[in-house]
């Protein structure tokens, strides 16, 4: 079993920077079957959708809307993933979830809450 804890959600103001942090915790054996960690939002009334996510090779993919604003980048070591946002917009309200996937199962955080307002 593995579990994933996010922090770094907050209140910022529109064109500003927070970074999110999720680690992954858990059995070695599960933890080392992850293969790809990301970032998903839920602003209120819409569907979950992808931000980002990032394969254990490293390679990024992004949604379009988030493309030269947002970094994720990804410490093995540390079983953590980050992501990077900045120039944030009212849009990019939501409530953030850590993901963290292997070939059988997807294990999901709790959300962190971002609001960026106007």
């Known amino acids: 079993q593995v579990r994933l804890a996010e922090s770094g959600g907050g209140w910022v103001q529109a064109g500003g920077s927070l970074r999110l942090s999720c680690a992954a915790s858990?059995?070695?054996?599960?933890?080392?079957?992850?293969?790809?960690m990301g970032w998903y939002r839920q602003a209120p009334g819409e569907e979950r959708e992808l931000v980002a996510t990032i394969s254990r090779d490293g390679s990024p993919n992004y949604t379009d809307s988030v493309k030269g604003r947002f970094t994720i980048s990804r410490d093995g070591a540390k079983n953590t993933v980050y992501l990077q946002m900045n120039s944030l917009r009212p849009d990019d309200t939501a409530v953030y979830y850590c993901?963290?996937?292997?070939?059988?199962?997807?294990?999901w955080g709790q959300g962190t809450q971002v609001t960026v307002s106007s």
């Open positions: 993901r963290a996937s292997s070939a059988f199962v997807a294990y």
């Open positions: 858990g059995d070695i054996f599960s933890i080392n079957t992850i293969n790809t």
